[in-house]
């Protein structure tokens, strides 16, 4: 029982994600990682996509393809190339870091309460991104916000006859402060016999 109380949110939620719905978070991972890339490459560059700037250094060269190798599965990266300089390496692949599991609670933040600009913020700065500007966080944010409501609005596809609800208090950290939070979750049985998780809910005890 102990065990229970010292999960977080995101441990819940990803152990419970990665079963029925492992591809949604696997989207919202791969479009922060392309942000991120994208903001780590127009700051070596000197401007933004299509940007005139007079800081402006080399060009954008296409991309090149890599799998990433996550907790929520294989994402295939598009890595931005350069025309002239050295090659473009994004800094959360480099070896003992934790940024992919900072990613991925991010966006399983953005599932359960909706992710805040000052999240953002902070985790590109614990990543060690300085080309991140306020607009972009905070259209990373918009993104991911639709993402999450893209994927709770979706429709339920034929009959759920069995209908099982179930909480548990889980303890949540936010700076320094401690609080429990019930997280519900709905199970539904599929007329076809699959049962899944058809909704989570996070709601303050």
């Not at 990665?18 to 890339?37: I, K, N, T, Y």
Request: aromatic share 6%; net charge neutral.
């Amino acid at each position: 029982m102990a065990e229970q109380h010292r999960m977080t949110t995101a441990d819940v939620v990803a152990k419970v994600l990665a079963g029925e719905h492992g591809d949604f978070v696997r989207e919202a991972v791969a479009l922060v990682a392309s942000e991120l890339m994208e903001a780590e490459v127009s700051a070596e560059i000197g401007a933004g996509h299509g940007e005139i700037h007079p800081d402006r250094v080399t060009h954008r060269n296409g991309y090149r393809q890599r799998p990433w190798e996550t907790r929520v599965g294989e994402i295939e990266l598009l890595i931005p190339k350069k025309r002239q300089g050295p090659a473009y390496f994004p800094s959360f692949l480099e070896p003992r870091r934790r940024s992919e599991q900072a990613i991925v609670s991010v966006v399983l933040e953005a599932y359960v309460n909706g992710v805040s600009t000052r999240k953002v913020d902070r985790l590109v700065e614990q990543l060690g991104i300085t080309g991140m500007s306020k607009d972009r966080v905070s259209a990373l944010c918009r993104a991911l916000d639709e993402q999450v409501a893209v994927f709770r609005d979706r429709p339920l596809e034929g009959a759920y006859p069995y209908l099982w609800l179930d909480a548990k208090h889980v303890k949540v950290r936010s700076g320094s402060n401690v609080r429990s939070k019930a997280l519900v979750i709905a199970y539904g049985v599929h007329e076809s016999g699959v049962r899944e998780v058809i909704g989570l809910v996070g709601a303050a005890a």
